[in-house]
């Protein structure tokens, strides 16, 4: 919109060029979103907590977790809001992939809205049903699939490659590249929503996640730097740097209020519509192993529920004291806070070795 506005005023006065430099304006992007997290955020939870009900709290779960009944969700609504708020400010409108990125958001969130809005207001435990949350989860990860495969320019944009490993790229037919994008977009949305289970812990990784994505994007989106780094080129790609550093400044801006002790918490709406949001950016920068890596925190969260209830089946036996693997530590005696920032320093640590694949081949 502002871009639009600036293009034009850049003919009256160059100054307003520095307006069409992706880094200018994902800066931009990322203080917007800061700056309206911060200043919407008092509302926002004021508003949901007028809802009168938290989010449901495990009774199997830490005894520290009881005093938290009662603490508004549905947070990551702001998210959501000011994200979309500042990429359509800052952002290139006439991008499909902003486009493609940003309709996912609002699909997937608006099933985490449902799933939230059927615990908190019409005070059901249970939620939305898993195989129809499943189900809607499916169609748009399979619909966005669809459409990137359909509408790729390039062959690069259908080529599934290996980091570290400069000669490695498969090139993917339909069935092969919808499949992986699928799995991406729902598997990481699940991913990010089992990981939002203490205060803060699965905001910190997505910002670390999204800021590594939007160095990917812009460098896949410019011509010379794909070509020295030696990654996949995908023009236009570029333009998801301002989607990544917006969600970082709100992400940053939602920690403001989530952080231990958190006035309010996240939900499945923020959750499931960031999860989405990263891996569909990895999928459109062709960097999906890439992501396994980064987030690896949410990697490693969804196998601790996955082997949990895999031994539990076969054996009757829990691996885990409990699931997913936040909880296990909390009930071996780690306090909260400890949780949370040694989970923070793993992330930043896979995030490094992540970025490294830039160079490392």
């Known amino acids: 919109m502002l871009l639009e506005l600036t293009r034009w ?27 309206l997290s911060l200043w919407w955020g008092p ?26 009944a009662g603490t508004p969700t549905m947070g990551g609504a702001l ?21 493609t990125v940003l309709l996912v958001m609002l699909a997937f969130g608006a099933i985490g809205w449902y799933d939230d809005w059927i615990k908190i207001v019409r005070r059901d435990p249970n939620g939305l049903k898993s195989r129809w949350k499943y189900l809607a989860q499916s169609v748009f990860g399979l619909a966005a699939g669809l459409y990137l495969y359909l509408y790729a320019d390039v062959p690069a944009a259908t080529t599934f490659y290996v980091p570290f490993f400069k000669s490695i790229a498969l090139p993917l037919a339909g069935i092969g590249f919808v499949a992986i994008a699928y799995f ?6 699940n991913a990010v929503n089992l990981t939002d289970g203490l205060d803060g812990l699965a905001i910190m990784p997505t910002v670390l996640v999204a800021c ?17 780094l030696q990654i996949p080129a995908v023009p236009g790609a ?15 801006g939602f920690l403001w209020f989530n952080t231990y002790p958190a006035m309010v918490f996240m939900g499945d709406i923020g959750a499931l519509a960031l ?7 990895a999928v459109i920068v062709r960097q999906e192993l890439v992501l396994v890596i980064m987030g690896g925190i949410f990697v490693i969260e969804t196998l601790s529920v996955m082997i949990q209830v895999g031994s539990f089946k076969l054996t009757g036996k829990r691996v885990f004291r409990m699931a997913p693997i936040h909880h296990h530590f909390e009930l071996k005696g780690w306090p909260e806070p400890r ?23």
């Not at 991406?184 to 949305?189: D, L, Q």
């Open 184 to 189: 991406w977009i729902v598997g990481f949305s």
């Open 212 to 228: 590594a994505l939007g160095i990917f994007a812009y460098a896949s989106g410019h011509a010379e730097f794909s070509k020295y």
């Open 238 to 252: 570029g333009e998801l740097v301002i989607i990544c550093a917006a969600i970082a400044g709100a992400g940053l």
């Open 43 to 68: 509302a926002v939870i004021r508003r949901l907590g007028q809802l009168k009900g938290g989010q449901p709290i495990r009774k199997d779960g830490p005894q520290s977790h009881f005093s938290k």
């Open 79 to 99: 998210i959501l809001i000011t994200v979309m708020a500042s990429v359509l400010l800052w952002g290139d409108l006439r991008n499909k992939y902003v486009w």
């Open 275 to 281: 999860g989405a949001v990263l891996g569909t950016i």
């Open 339 to 361: 949780v949370i920032v040694r989970f923070w320093i793993i992330s930043v640590i896979l995030v490094l070795v992540g970025l490294a694949t830039l160079k490392v081949r």
């Open 9 to 35: 005023l850049e003919q009256l006065q160059s100054l307003f060029g520095l307006f069409s430099y992706l880094t200018f304006r994902g800066i931009l992007s990322a203080l917007t979103a800061l700056a």
